[in-house]
């Protein structure tokens, strides 16, 4: 198939059922080609082809606009749009998103890539288009794991006043990353699970096909049987949807069928589509957490790459350890215990281990809640998604002073791209009053950083980036103390530089380039966004000060600038981090590059600026 093209729904609608089969075959064959090379996310966009198969071929989505909630499942809609070129580098520099986004095509109809948003966007859209007089379709593609979201939440309760044109598929695969939990899984689960309703539904449809006026009331009275028998549909015509489903969503002709059925009802509609996660690829199938989000792998066999031991393994291991030992410890998270190194703990301590959902406000209170309860809670987040929980961080726990520790995984770029990014957070969390924010340089001072949080009697942050420590060559960790940072080497003269987290090794590189120019530097491991070591930075304020982040404007530039404002700093401060563009996708090397944020850009940087003021003061 020529992926360079739009496949059209008039081509789609001219196509055979068996032809339409095909086509999803070669569109699982390229997914799982290019993802081999690139990495991606494989199981969920595996288990959604049939799925947009059948929207592109009932829809034309060049009037009714696709809507993926988070958007990692939208491969085959990339492919179908004439992305084909672009997807041979997914996620590469130059090449396709990993999600969703209108600056890549006109076919994709909103910036995605968190969950819960979706159905408030379309029924945005739908109010914007009955204004215009337009009553096209607007298609909202939801899993079950995103609508337990808080904000899906909210859009329901909005959708019985403005949902007209609202058409939400339920894509149902029982998981989030991990399998899906809470009360709208369990009901969904009890739908999937209703056989006796399906099977009394496709016999007695057979049984009246002779007679259509039956057949007619049969369908009408569709709504009212499902309440009866499977009371979770309740659930959503308790919102004001019309609830159709469950279908099978591997089953072209079924989903084509319901699909052409709707098409023409008024909304609110919800469609209940059952897939499963990694569809096609077997490997993907019976492991469709392992094949969430991988890197390069080999597609025939499926074998991943094993996996580097980091920040992540580091933090599990210290969770398991200190559990061990202190019974009051919990850990929370959000529908990401593997991701954030949690797995090993929930083995060991299930009832001391709590997966939340895609929920991380309620994650953030509930933490609060277990540590007004006495217990010592770890609440582990992506730092990306973390940002929807920084309100929650600030009235429940950094008031009140509530001893949670907050650990931030994926702090920094990360090749996911600007949707998934944690380099927006310590803005704001420099500004709570009384919060510590620590950031450690390798796994042996996570830890440290872990003990040492133990001791406080309020809140506390902990950032780390994904994967392992940097290469470095650098001192020991010494002992932690609030609010100071460890002075690693110092030189009589030359520019001051301050590294926050796993940066220390960027500096340390690029103190040896330094070194090579004839250049010695102070290496400084800041430890603390805040407190800030004020009174270090004063020390050497008539010195070049120099800062190195992973994180935009906000972060640990922002926290010298702020010490230094009083007294001035006649030496000057350069800053590098990630600045205020946002920032694309592609391998951190090349993104790191593009901004000039590899060390021998930096140590260049560094020259012409001492060149330039020892020009200055002749």
């Known amino acids: 198939m020529d992926w360079e093209r739009l496949v059209t729904h008039e081509e789609l609608c001219a196509m055979k059922m068996e032809e339409l089969g095909k086509l999803a075959g070669e569109l699982r064959k390229e997914i799982i080609e290019q993802v081999s090379c690139n990495g991606g996310h494989l199981a969920s966009s595996l288990g959604a082809v049939e799925l947009i198969l059948a929207l592109h071929r009932v829809f034309d989505i060049r009037r009714s606009p696709l809507i993926f909630d988070v958007g990692h499942q939208s491969y085959a809609h990339k492919l179908l749009t004439g ?169 072209l002709p079924e989903l084509i069928s319901i699909l052409e059925r709707i098409k023409a009802l008024e909304g609110p509609l919800l469609l209940h589509v059952v897939t499963r996660k990694g569809k096609g690829a077997p490997y993907a199938e019976r492991s469709p957490v392992a094949y969430h989000g991988v890197g390069a792998f080999e597609a025939g066999s499926g074998k991943l790459p094993a996996p580097r031991a980091g920040f992540s393994t580091a933090f599990g291991e ?85 001893p949670v520790i907050f650990a931030f995984d994926r702090a920094g770029a990360v090749p996911d791209g600007p949707t998934h990014h944690g380099i927006y957070d310590l803005g704001f969390l420099r500004a709570l009053p009384g919060l510590p924010v620590m950031m450690p340089r390798n796994a042996a001072e996570l830890e440290m950083m872990l003990d040492f949080a133990l001791t406080l009697d309020g809140p506390v942050v902990i950032r780390y980036p994904r994967g392992g420590d940097f290469e470095e060559d650098l001192p020991e960790p010494g002992p932690l103390k609030l609010g100071k940072a460890q002075l690693l080497r110092e030189s009589p003269e030359g520019p001051v530089i301050w590294a926050l987290g796993a940066e220390c090794g960027t500096m340390e590189k690029v103190a040896r380039r330094l070194r090579e120019e004839g250049i010695g530097a102070t290496l400084i491991n800041a430890r603390f966004a805040a407190p800030f070591d004020a009174g270090l930075a004063r020390r050497f304020r008539s010195r070049l000060q120099v800062t190195i982040e992973d994180h935009g404007p906000g972060g640990l530039a922002s926290a010298l600038a702020d010490a230094l404002a009083a007294e001035g700093a006649p030496g000057g401060i350069l800053s590098f981090n990630w600045g205020h563009g946002v920032v694309g996708y592609g391998s951190i090397s090349e993104l790191r590059r593009k901004a000039g944020l590899l060390p021998d850009d930096i140590a260049r940087r560094i020259v012409e600026k001492l060149s330039s003021e020892s020009q200055k003061n002749r």
């Open 83 to 251: 992305r084909g070129k672009l997807f041979r580098k997914l996620r590469q520099a130059e090449g396709c998103s990993g999600f969703p986004t209108p600056a890549e095509s006109p076919f994709d109809a909103a910036v995605e890539g968190h969950a819960g948003t979706a159905i408030s966007t379309a029924l945005g859209m739908g109010a914007a288009r009955q204004l215009s007089r337009c009553s096209d379709k607007i298609i909202a593609v939801v899993g079950d794991g995103a609508l337990g979201n808080g904000i899906s939440f909210e859009a329901l309760n909005a959708a019985s006043a403005g949902g007209k044109d609202l058409l939400l598929v339920l894509n149902d695969n029982r998981m989030s990353i991990t399998p899906a939990v809470g009360a709208v899984s369990r009901r969904l689960s009890r739908i999937i699970a209703g056989k006796f309703y399906n099977r009394t539904r496709s016999a007695f449809r057979r049984k009246l096909r002779s007679w259509p006026r039956l057949l007619h009331l049969a369908r009408r009275l569709d709504d009212w049987i499902k309440a009866a028998m499977l009371p979770p549909s309740a659930l959503f015509q308790s919102f004001g949807f019309r609830f159709f489903g469950p279908v099978d969503g591997h089953s």
């Open 318 to 402: 210290w969770m398991c350890r200190t559990a061990a030992a202190d019974k009051r410890l919990v850990g929370v998270s959000a529908a990401m215990i593997p991701g954030v190194g949690l797995e090993k703990f929930a083995s060991l301590f299930p009832d001391r281990c709590f997966d939340v959902g895609i929920a991380e406000e309620h994650a953030a209170v509930f933490a609060a809640g277990l540590a007004l309860g006495g217990r010592r809670p770890v609440c582990a987040l992506y730092a990306t998604f973390a940002q929807r929980a920084l309100d929650c961080v600030y009235h429940d726990a950094v008031l009140g002073k509530v």
